[in-house]
């Protein structure tokens, strides 16, 4: 467990294997924007407001992607202060840096925090990586300078391809990728027959270059593993 200097202070991330918590110490007046309903605990120190980033329209567009309307501010005093963040579901917090020459797309639920510098949006998707990626018409554009951290459900590994080289990813994996990236929707099985037996109906065909970063557990086999596991107790409560 380390301590970082970012987002004008230092922060720990801890249970980085499970259940991590983001411990930010803010200098004096310094700032960090979050998602809503990330916080963990603040000290008296911090003053915390809602933002429309992007005004009403920027935050009504950003509310289509799955993100809040409104996000967080955290503002530290002229003692500072410190700030404990954490994401909605177990895994990791993976770290970008903006120099305000890239940006990145996020899934859902994927943004946890960044510094002041970095903005956040949406991008809109055309109709079909709209209708079969899992994600919707729209995904949050990250943007900017600064660093940020994005949550994972289960671990995250990052595909790193050269230019020209390609891969095909689960819609349920990915976290975050390039702006800059082609991707186009693919049936990652040899055939329809096959990717009906497989389970594999459609997946994201990236090409390089950029690094694609994906999650270890997906959220929509997960959400389908849940119900299935809760529909004989459901059943059992119905008939009684």
């Known amino acids: 467990m380390t301590a970082e200097t970012t987002m004008n202070g230092n922060y720990t991330v801890v249970y980085h294997q499970a259940f ?3 411990k930010i110490d803010l200098p004096p007046k310094g700032t960090v924007k979050a998602n809503a309903s990330s916080m963990v605990a603040m000290s008296r120190d911090i003053q915390l407001t809602g933002k429309m980033e992007g005004g009403l329209f920027g935050a009504l567009w950003r509310s289509f992607s799955g993100e809040s309307f409104f996000l967080q501010r955290y503002e530290a005093n002229e003692k500072g202060g410190w700030l404990w963040l954490g994401p909605a579901l177990p895994g990791v917090l993976q770290r970008l840096d903006l120099d305000g020459t890239q940006e990145f797309l996020v899934q859902r639920g994927g943004f946890l925090a960044g510094g002041p510098n970095v903005n956040v949006s949406t991008k809109v998707q055309n ?3 709209g209708m079969f990626s899992g994600d919707g018409f729209f995904v949050v554009r990250l943007s900017g300078t600064g660093p940020l951290f994005l ?3 289960g671990g995250i590994e990052t595909v790193e391809l050269a ?3 390609s891969c095909v990813i689960d819609f349920g994996r990915l976290v975050a990728w390039p702006a800059s990236m082609k991707y186009d929707i693919t049936i990652p099985a040899k055939g329809l027959w096959s990717a009906v037996m ?5 997946g994201c065909k990236f090409t390089g270059p950029g690094t694609v970063y994906v999650q270890t557990i997906s959220n929509v086999h997960f959400a389908s593993a849940t119900a299935q596991m809760l529909s004989p107790f459901f059943v059992q409560n ?3």
Request: aromatic share 4%; glycine share 10%; charged share 20%.
């Open 20 to 22: 991590p918590v983001l």
């Open 127 to 129: 109709l079909m990586r």
């Open 151 to 153: 949550s994972a459900f």
């Open 163 to 165: 230019a020209g080289e």
């Open 198 to 202: 497989t389970g594999e109906i459609l």
């Open 238 to 240: 119905k008939s009684n």
